[in-house]
């Protein structure tokens, strides 16, 4: 059984969160669950018409829109509000929004006592939760900033995609340096730190994202 000490794991398993674990895509759910919960906010939602265009553009900053989204719906929103949100969001996920498959591995590298990693480029408005409810050790996500009590929505860190997530996942070699990696991500922007893992796993991936991971001698498979 490995230990879950730092440097002292023997297994480090990195699952990304959205269609990878979930069928669909979370950030989208937890917005538009909020607004169902506060129409008035809707009428905040006027300036993303114009956040869109400019990443359609040539903008294509996904940190830069995702911030000006959660700007635009919860800016100045009290922590605790969101935090009660993110509960129940988080509990409606994991009762019917996640792949039995996915559940299933992360079951299995559990039993072997591998230290479990949610990286997502998804906010920390929420994957915390998740990751708590899933039991994993760790969770890295996006973080985004409160003044106070009040959320501001800037960005705490980059934006947990592509590189970034490859970035991650070198920090956590160096932490874990005799482990043996695994990662199960879904899209072409995971494969940059897939191809960097001992075990990588492309699941539920379109059509490009499959040849790319063939190029790379990413192994390719479908999660239900």
Known sequence: MASKLTGVATGVAIFDLDGTLTFRDTFAGFIGGFLRRHPARLWNLWPLPGAL?????????????????IRAVLRGERRQEIEGWAAQFAAQVLAYGMRREALAVLRRHRQQGDLLVLLS???????????RRLGTDRVICTQIRYEGDRLEGGLVTPNRRGVEKLRCLEALRGEFPAARFSAYG????????????DSPLLVNANSRARRQAAKLGV???DWR
């Open 186 to 197: 879904n899209a072409t922007s995971d494969l940059a730190h897939l191809a960097a893992a």
């Open 219 to 221: 192994a390719v498979g």
């Open 121 to 131: 480029a998804s906010p920390d408005l929420y994957v915390p939760e998740i990751g």
């Open 53 to 69: 265009a400019a990443y359609g553009f040539g903008g294509r900053d996904r940190g830069l829109l995702k911030s000006r989204i």
